[in-house]
């Protein structure tokens, strides 16, 4: 497993970050299992492109030999602005036979990259993903936020089976791919996702993950939940207008993915969400308001809320879709951009993992959460 060669995606846009950014990086250079190198990729930002470039001029190039896990290089997006070109400008610059991405407003576990090596021991696995947990702003979760959504604040939600499962799609701000997985399927979709618009958007790593295992029917993708990063979520996303808006986009990206990859990819599980694990999640709040419990009924309707305004935006994005409006862009990575040629699924909540079947032996499992 030493041998297993990881650089670190960091994919930043803003200076108002820039303790966030400092705190990721450190966390990737604290890892077990030291990183071949941190990338750090930033979009379309002069400013925080100097600064960065700075603040780690003795771990850069001209640090060299720096040790394990203490090389930065701070690269400007060389494709359009958005994360997705960002993300493929960190996998062509990378020199690792793996690439891991991390948010920039997040922090790894010191075991991160090493959970992460463990999930390469069989030859077909394309893709390991890990658990995100919630750092909330308020220091804990808002009495209305259910977790079946935690989804909305980039998070892994309730709904999920525990343990090292297989999975349709990782979520793409922890994550991990073998660099030959974009070799056979290309990068990220720019068009999809965040593009430095407001609209929270998203789905880029569903498409990918999508157009992964078209390209390669045997890989296998895994999300291993010992592998755990913290993700810090700020006052304004604990507020009901951000779910709703986050939700709409939500609906937004879905109609993209389903425009892109086009195949009905992964509609089991979700029906298995939409149908089971959000109305137990309703049913418990209302059990809980029913008991005087505060917050119950509030997470029941926000649940309600949710399923409703996400719909309304696959319903709009789909009418807009249609229209011939959306471009995309994807396909083999050259010099930091992304060829055309993308494809995607209709699927309906949510964009993030999605669960398939086990890939380890159902006793080596947790089961899922109560």
Known sequence: MSDRRFSVVICVYTEDRWEDILAAVDSVRSQSLPALETLLVVDHNPALLDRLTEEYREYGEQGEPA??????????NAGPRGLSAGR???IAAARG???AFLDDDAVAERDWLRYFAEGYDEPRVMAVGGRTKAAWASGHRPRWFPEEFDWVVGCTYRGLPRGKVRVRNVLGGNASFRRSAFDASGGFATGIGRDGDKRPLGCEETELCIR???????AVLLIDDRAVIHHKVP???ERFGYFRTRTYAEGLSKALVAKSVGADKGLESERRYTTRVLPAGVARGLRDALLGRRGGAGRAAAIVAGVAVAAGGYVVGSVRARGGGVTFSSGPIVDG???SGAAPSK?????EPVP???VVPASDARGEPA
Request: hydrophobic residues 45%; without cysteine; glycine residues 6%.
């Open 337 to 339: 951009r992304a060829r």
């Open 235 to 237: 006052a304004a996303r």
């Open 212 to 218: 992964l295992t078209k390209a390669l029917p045997d």
């Open 88 to 90: 493929n400008t960190g």
């Open 67 to 76: 040790a394990d896990g203490e090389k930065v290089r701070v690269l400007a």
């Open 356 to 358: 398939s079947r086990l």
């Open 97 to 99: 036979e793996f690439v």
């Open 347 to 351: 699927s309906v909540l949510p964009s």
